[in-house]
């Protein structure tokens, strides 16, 4: 169990707060008072006098350094493994790595429809998960920020994350790319709103085009809803028929093919 134990207030504050959105089971004390038998760390401020037991740690920290003392503290209570951060390099087959410290713990290579539930499944039950998404496949990478609004996520300038791969590695660079992006320290996000160019949208009216049997491309009201995630290119496909001849784009004779 984590204690603090400090007269400073503003650590006191910062530390209990960081402390709650974890989750993380706690009690505080004054500084001159026996610790509980169940302590294993103890967070203070410097100037705080705490005796501890030798089997008990001691986190030294300053209201300005709340959330390091936490994170540090958290990391104790695993028996020192540090904290779990999953990587993810985002694209319609996102690549996903955790890691527990500097230990690659599991890697996946899963469809967009499946990384949300991928991701959710191994930070379950993990006491301060952290997420951190690429920024590289901007509609991918936004659609996966949004969904996972109950998760500390983080976006990664994930420039140079993508090694070299030579013979025989074929197939693993997004995986790998999702490794060095968990290494990275970003910027702590809770949504993201990406306009998609038109360029993006057409590409996704040619995946449409060759995923449908009859060479049907939807317009750009649909692509929109699929760059967005609402939709997948098959819902919108289907969306598209059910529609017919008046969800062509540009077309005006009828036939459905979009051209």
């Known amino acids: 169990m984590i204690v603090v134990a400090t007269d400073d207030f503003e650590l006191y ?4 707060n960081e402390l709650r959105d974890r ?27 705490v005796e501890t037991p030798a089997d ?10 709340a959330r390091r003392a936490v994170e540090e503290a958290v990391s104790i209570l ?24 500097d230990a690659v713990v599991a ?12 991701v959710r499944r191994e930070v379950e039950e993990e006491p301060d998960p952290v997420v951190r998404i690429g920024d590289g496949a901007r509609l991918q990478g936004s659609q996966l920020v949004n969904d996972l609004d109950d998760v ?10 993508t090694p070299y791969l030579g013979t025989g590695a074929r197939g693993m660079g997004d995986v ?5 992006i968990a290494r990275l320290p970003g910027e702590e996000v809770s949504s993201r709103e990406i306009e998609p160019t ?13 995923a449908s049997a009859d060479g049907r491309t939807i317009d750009e009201g649909l692509a929109r809803r699929v760059a967005a995630g609402e939709l997948t290119v098959r819902e919108a496909l289907e969306a598209h028929r059910e529609r017919g001849d008046e969800a062509d784009e540009g077309n005006g004779d009828g036939d459905g093919d979009g051209q």
């Not at 890697?107 to 539930?117: I, R, Y």
């Not at 500390?152 to 300038?157: K, M, R, T």
């Not at 038109?198 to 449409?208: D, F, H, P």
Request: hydrophobic share 35%; glycine share 14%.
């Open 152 to 161: 500390a996520v983080e976006l990664v300038d994930e420039t140079g994350t």
């Open 13 to 16: 504050h910062d530390v209990v």
């Open 56 to 65: 008990v740690e001691t986190v030294v920290a300053d209201g300005d350094d």
């Open 78 to 101: 695993r028996g020192g493994g540090g904290r779990t951060v999953v990587g993810v390099d985002p694209g319609t087959r996102p690549g996903i790595a955790v890691l527990k410290g």
């Open 198 to 210: 038109a360029g993006e949208l057409q590409r996704i009216k040619n995946r449409s085009r060759e």
């Open 107 to 118: 890697a996946f290579q899963v469809p967009l429809a499946d990384a949300v539930e991928t």
């Open 176 to 180: 790998l790319a999702a490794v060095n």
């Open 23 to 49: 989750g993380v089971t706690f009690t505080t004390q004054e500084p001159g008072e026996g610790l509980p038998d169940r302590t294993r760390v103890v967070i203070r401020a410097p100037e705080d006098r």
